[in-house]
């Protein structure tokens, strides 16, 4: 049988990227550190998003911060997505921080991203976890917004690692392209229950699943997950960033629920870089 391969869920369209195991290469801490992997793309078309959900609106959830990139495929520039957790600092993945900080730009209050409107900042400076690529996991980054999103609510970091309970009802966020499920580049959410690290070392034997720092949550039928172009969005849980959208093999695929950064696990080192 074929192993199966990890997907990171950015919207990198003929550059997507995958891993056959996190920790498979090695990548620094700068911006500009290239990241090298097997290339790998879902039937259909590689940019993909919140599937199975809901249309949302920024209004209510004003700390979601879409990442735009002047290398995207899109006509919209999508790319990834953030969370807004001070007026300048925003929490994504670390595989979706892995360009220049110039061709940056995070947008803030725009529910269609065909459509203009909300704030609009570039990227002054990157801080990638040092420990991603080179140990499983540790998929998280911090950047810098060079204009700050001033009146802005932003959203704590979760900083209880029990909050990682099989059954909790957390909720991703994410804008663009849902399957068939939705309208585009359009911003969306979706519950997904937390299903425990044991299934998910389960499910995922021969990719690596690490529960210390890790978040397996999703359907067991399948139906409703996020997706590429969802990664560094928010897993949102008891009013509090809970996870940052990494990684899974397809969408919504029944028995491959999505993987999420453990944000309390990494809570210390992003504190120290949100200040």
Known sequence: MTAKKQVIRAALAAGVLTMASIGAVAV???????????QSQRPGGPVNRIVGGTVAHTADAPWAVALNNSGSPSPSGQWCGSTLVKANKIVTAAHCAQEAASTYTAIQGRDVLTQTGGKVSKISSIWVDPEYGKSPAHDVAVMTLA????GVATLALETDKAADKAGAASVVYGWGSTEGTGPEDTFQKVTVPVLGDAYCQKAYASEGYTADGEICAGYEQGGKDSCQGDSGGPLVLNGRLFGVVSWGVGCADAGNPGVYAQVATYAAELQQQIG
Not at 28 to 38: D, F, I, R, Y
């Open 147 to 150: 204009t700050p999103f001033e």
């Open 28 to 38: 620094s801490g700068s911006a500009s550190a290239a990241q090298h992997s097997q």
